[in-house]
């Protein structure tokens, strides 16, 4: 099955700077790849998608990109505010039955 | 836009004892159903899915005996945690897809606490 590893598993950034987050899949078929943003105890909340036949997208200050050739995508946040700090995840649908894998999962914190 | 509404919001039961989670799509028709488990500072990990009307299908390793899953209607499916254990502890969601939806649409969650 799919599988999705997030980098790093924390990060700490200076507010105003900017934060990267990667990750890799394994089945090159999948087709869908959501980033969420998780607030402690709460749903997680789409903040950007992208599909396979799309090679960047931007929204205001959050982009990603993805690369099927290398099988990775990354979520960027450019001028982070201390609101960004949060628990982010990427994730794959796969072929096989529309599910989505999440990766591991990367704690941020902006520092004012 | 898509609303899963999910409950309880919070449960604490006693160990043995069984209890049932609701996620009820408002305003679309949830062909499929996927049911995650979080435990603390871990990432979603996907139970079982479901789809309107069929039994579901479950992750390797979990248990379908113990964790029933019921999507009986387009618009309502339900996980009931059978003899529940403290390590069943854990924040269980929803996320429900529909005929027409790309995405995903996550209930707000269920934070089970066994004692």
């Known amino acids: 099955g799919e599988n999705v590893e997030q980098h790093p598993s924390t990060l700490s950034v200076q507010e105003g700077d900017s934060a990267v987050i990667k990750c890799t899949y394994s089945d090159s078929a999948s087709n869908y790849f959501p980033w969420y943003k998780q607030e402690l105890g709460k749903r997680p909340q789409l903040i950007i998608d992208i599909r396979s036949n799309v090679g960047e997208k931007k929204d205001q200050r959050i982009a990603v990109t993805l690369n099927k050739t290398a099988k990775h995508f990354s979520l960027h946040i450019t001028e982070t505010q201390p609101e960004d700090s949060a628990v982010y995840f990427c994730?794959?649908?796969?072929?096989?039955?529309?599910?989505?894998?999440f990766g591991g999962g990367t704690r941020v914190l902006v520092k004012p | 836009g898509a609303v899963v509404s999910q409950h309880p919001s919070r449960v604490i039961c006693k160990s043995g004892t069984s209890v049932k989670i609701e996620c009820r799509s408002l305003d679309f028709q949830a062909t499929t159903m996927f049911w995650y488990r979080q435990f603390p500072k871990q990432s979603l990990m996907l139970m079982a899915t479901s789809n309107e009307g069929s039994k579901a299908t479950y992750e390797q390793g979990v248990e379908k005996d113990k964790f029933l899953i019921n999507h009986a209607s387009l618009t309502l499916s339900t996980l009931t945690v059978t003899s529940a254990h403290p390590e069943d502890s854990s924040f269980y969601i929803c996320?429900?897809?529909?005929?027409?939806?790309?995405?995903?649409?996550f209930g707000s969650g269920t934070r089970l606490t066994v004692v």
């Open positions: 994730a794959a649908k796969g072929a096989a039955g529309n599910k989505l894998t």
């Open positions: 996320s429900a897809g529909g005929q027409g939806l790309y995405g995903y649409t």
